[in-house]
């Protein structure tokens, strides 16, 4: 009788650890197909990415989704930050290994209040967009194929226009604590060289 508890124990036990393990690698899967789609942020914000006019550039294109309501951010830790390069927001992985080039994941101490000039606004269904030339010390340059894609946090946005923007507001640099979500383009594959 005990035999028998221990076998329906260990059946069960190794049973309950099967469906966990494949629960979980289901999710995973999901939660790897769902970043890599470029899937539109709860905020109306889809970030994508295409190969620019000329080689090692890239073109930013950042879209509201929102057909009623235009939405401003502030540009910093953003796909329109003048940093974006060392800041930690592109990654670069080899197209033929998928090893991730490291990049410096630069920490920037900013002067307060932001300027008006970093605030960013897209028109209600509108874009925007940004070319972006992959030039720093840490981009490689020889002529390899690499997947270009960009991912952080949307940390400062409102759902009106620049204009409408208070001084507190942006003085404070919190925005709409709603808006706070994360952002990721699709990888686009390019060839970076010189």
């Given amino acids: 009788m005990a035999a028998r508890s221990n076998t329906i124990f260990i059946a069960s036990f190794l049973t309950l650890a099967i469906l966990v393990f494949f629960a979980w690698s289901k999710d995973i899967r999901l939660s790897m197909s769902a970043f890599d789609s470029g899937s539109t942020s709860p905020n109306g914000l889809n970030v994508r990415l295409v190969a620019g006019a000329s080689p090692s550039v890239i073109t930013v294109i950042i879209e509201n989704k929102d057909l009623s309501t235009p939405i401003t951010f502030l540009s910093w830790n953003t796909p329109f930050d003048p940093q974006a390069l060392n800041s930690g927001i ?32 897209i028109g209600a269904g509108s874009t925007v967009t940004k070319d972006i030339a992959l030039a720093s010390p840490w981009i490689p340059t020889d002529g390899g194929q690499y997947r270009v894609k960009m991912q952080g946090r949307w940390s400062v946005v409102w ?36």
């Fill in 159 to 194: 759902t009106k226009a620049s204009n409408q923007v208070t001084d507190e507001e942006l003085a404070a640099v919190t925005g709409d604590a709603s808006l706070q979500r994360m952002f990721h383009s699709e990888s686009v594959e390019m060839q970076l060289s010189q």
């Fill in 90 to 121: 592109l990654r670069l992985a080899r197209a033929n290994t998928g090893e991730e080039v490291s990049g410096p994941g630069m920490k920037l101490s900013r002067k307060l209040p932001p300027p008006r000039d970093e605030l960013v606004e």
